[in-house]
């Protein structure tokens, strides 16, 4: 089976700083990963080439077996949604229509058809964001906002969710829930990779732990293996060990 996205040797730098020197990494659909790594170690770079937001001095991003640079920026869209990390609060649309904008790779110019509206209601309401619909996104709360945004990447119905750090503002059961969301989405068939610092939380959720380190990914292995190899760990924290809970999943704690 063809890999969903193949991202070979990516390799990008702002100014004399390496960035990334030679990133690879493959997922199949219906695969939840956890994007992550200390500050400054490219995460959100790699999303960004990914969505076809920068180019990349060398290397190459596969979709469905098809270069990106083959797909026009409509075609691209259709294919792979993006949660940015910070999005400008004073938009001045209402949440309802910008969740509307996740459908425009879908609709026939400006007009939203019944199937364009069935998918942003679905999305807010799994995102708990549908009482909000005719308030403006600047009125909004740092969550509340954070849930809108999700929603409009559901409401896009991309066979890729890139998502930059999406439990970002949301308190615990909105985190909770918004990784729940996700996992769900993997299981339709969508590949999902998300950036987060909370290592319990993809623990928990994701079916893959990608650390990105020195420019590279310096590991990649699945959740349950965790525990067996704390080397990964390293790349944060000397303080950090890892166990399983009482119910056997793992599980970070700080020394």
């Known amino acids: 089976m063809s890999p ?8 990008i730098s702002y100014g004399n700083r390496i960035i990334l020197r030679s990133a690879t990494l493959t997922a199949q659909s219906g695969e939840f990963l956890a994007l992550v790594g200390v500050n400054g170690a490219g995460k959100s770079t790699l999303l960004d080439i990914i969505a076809g937001f920068r180019r990349p001095a060398s290397g190459s991003v596969a979709i469905a077996g098809c270069d990106q640079r083959d797909w026009n920026l409509r075609e691209l869209s259709q294919r792979v949604s993006h949660l940015p990390q910070t999005v400008h609060a004073d938009l001045p649309y ?32 799994r995102t708990h964001c549908w009482e909000h619909r005719h308030r403006n996104f600047g009125t909004l709360s740092g969550g509340e906002r954070q849930r809108v945004l999700l929603a409009a990447c559901l409401a896009q119905n991309a066979s890729i969710l890139l998502l930059d750090e999406p439990s970002t503002f949301l308190d615990i059961e909105q985190q909770l829930h918004c990784f729940n969301v996700l996992r769900e989405e993997a299981k339709t068939g969508k590949l999902c990779i ?8 993809a623990l928990t959720h994701c079916s893959r732990i ?37 119910a ?3 599980w970070v704690w700080y020394q």
């Open 248 to 250: 056997g999943r793992p």
């Open 4 to 11: 969903l996205l193949e991202v070979a040797n990516l390799q």
């Open 210 to 246: 990608v650390v990105l380190a020195d420019g590279v990914i310096a590991h990649d292995l699945p959740a349950s293996r965790a525990p067996e190899d704390e080397a990964w760990l390293r790349c944060f924290s000397s303080q950090l060990r890892i166990g399983k809970t009482p």
């Open 194 to 201: 998300a950036v987060t610092h909370d290592l319990n939380l």
């Open 94 to 125: 209402t949440a309802e229509q910008l969740v509307a904008m996740g459908r425009y790779p879908h609709t026939d110019r400006w007009f939203e058809s019944d199937e364009d509206h069935s998918f942003i209601r679905e999305a807010m309401k």
